[in-house]
T-cell receptor
Framework: DGGITQSPKYLFRKEGQNVTLSCEQN?????MYWYRQDPGQGLRLIYY???????QKGDIAEGYSVSREKKESFPLTVTSAQKNPTAFYLC???????????FGQGTRLTVV | DQQVKQNSPSLSVQEGRISILNCDYT??????FLWYKKYPAEGPTFLIS???IKDKNEDGRFTVFLNKSAKHLSLHIVPSQPGDSAVYFC??????????WGAGTKLIIKP
């Protein structure tokens, strides 16, 4: 089946620890994105990548890092520098940045 | 500074009636608009889109209307069904092809 897979669905971490969220797609999409959703707010863009080995900061990149070493993978690391890491994280991909994005099921990260 | 606004946090509609979800934007340079539907704890799914060169796009029960002079778009769902209960997000593409999202409207379809 083609799609976007985010894992795990739920993740708990202690404050001060870095954590990496996985995102894999087998849709052969060039563009990939990471969004964060907080209650009562729209999705906010953290990072996006238009092509392998390239990525750009979104609106709220501080405290996050990404890599795009393979077309199908776009992992997001939430570092200890992120002040409010507890949130619902969504990964998406699209054929290009100019086409509709398809989303994974999301990862709910809770930092205690 | 919210460039895309969905002013109704929630909307309740009787099953079988029309649901109308509204979205306003401030940036006249937006040239493409999308609606996504989201169930709890899941990723959004694409519903329908419209280019700024059109004023209407229809796909089955879903129709999106764009009023560029008012910087307003709306999503009509007719007839509304129980499975339509979800949060609906409006999004607009800016000149850098990034999506700017509204805060969402929770649609509740009453039986």
């Amino acid at each position: 089946d083609g799609g976007i897979t985010q894992s795990p669905k739920y993740l708990f971490r202690k404050e001060g620890q870095n954590v990496t969220l996985s995102c894999e797609q087998n849709l052969n999409h060039d563009a990939m994105y990471w969004y964060r959703q907080d209650p009562g707010q729209g999705l906010r863009l953290i990072y996006y990548s238009q092509i392998v080995n390239d990525f750009q900061k979104g609106d709220i990149a501080e405290g996050y890092s990404v890599s795009r070493e393979k077309k199908e993978s776009f992992p997001l690391t939430v570092t200890s520098a992120q002040k409010n890491p507890t949130a619902f994280y969504l990964c998406a991909s699209s054929v290009t940045v100019n086409t509709e994005a398809f989303f994974g099921q999301g990862t709910r990260l809770t930092v205690v | 500074d919210q460039q895309v606004k969905q002013n109704s946090p929630s909307l309740s509609v009787q099953e079988g009636r029309i649901s109308i979800l509204n979205c306003d934007y401030t940036n006249s340079m937006f040239d493409y608009f999308l609606w996504y539907k989201k169930y709890p704890a899941e990723g959004p799914t694409f519903l329908i889109s419209i280019s700024s060169i059109k004023d209407k796009n229809e796909d089955g029960r879903f129709t999106v209307f764009l009023n560029k002079s008012a910087k307003h778009l709306s999503l009509h769902i007719v007839p509304s069904q129980p499975g339509d209960s979800a949060v609906y997000f409006c999004a607009a593409k800016d000149s850098n092809y990034q999506l700017i999202w509204g805060a969402g409207t929770k649609l509740i379809i009453k039986p």
